[in-house]
């Protein structure tokens, strides 16, 4: 019953442990708040005047997952990126990976 509200089980990580690192090094130096958790997505972002930017990691289950990123400013626009990686991959690769494609996001527009 627990595990039916909380939305994950005793005997699985809950994503917030499992992709840690992503987590944390995405969090635009802490102040970023995790929203939403359930077994096999967790979403987390930050929201100000200047607007929003929301990352959400989905764990597909078969040995990948899906991240998005969502960007929202008043200056800047409106930019979204997905990825799709292998869920054992080194997190701080995928990190590396990510802030790279968003620079160019947010440089090139694409």
Request: proline residues 3%; hydrophobic residues 35%; charged residues 25%.
């Amino acid at each position: 019953m627990l595990n039916f509200l909380f939305g994950w089980s005793q005997s699985k990580e809950p994503l917030r442990q499992k992709y840690a690192t992503i987590i944390q090094r995405l969090s635009n130096e802490g102040r970023a708040v995790i929203f939403k958790e359930t077994s096999s997505t967790v979403a987390w972002g930050i929201a100000n005047m200047g607007g929003k930017t929301i990352f959400k990691i989905k764990d597909t289950g078969d040995c990948k997952i899906d991240i998005s990123y969502l960007s929202e400013s008043p200056f800047f626009g409106k930019h979204e990126k997905k990825w799709c990686f292998p869920s054992d991959m080194n997190q701080d690769e995928i990190v590396d990976t990510m802030n790279r494609d968003i620079q160019k996001l947010l440089t090139n527009g694409r």
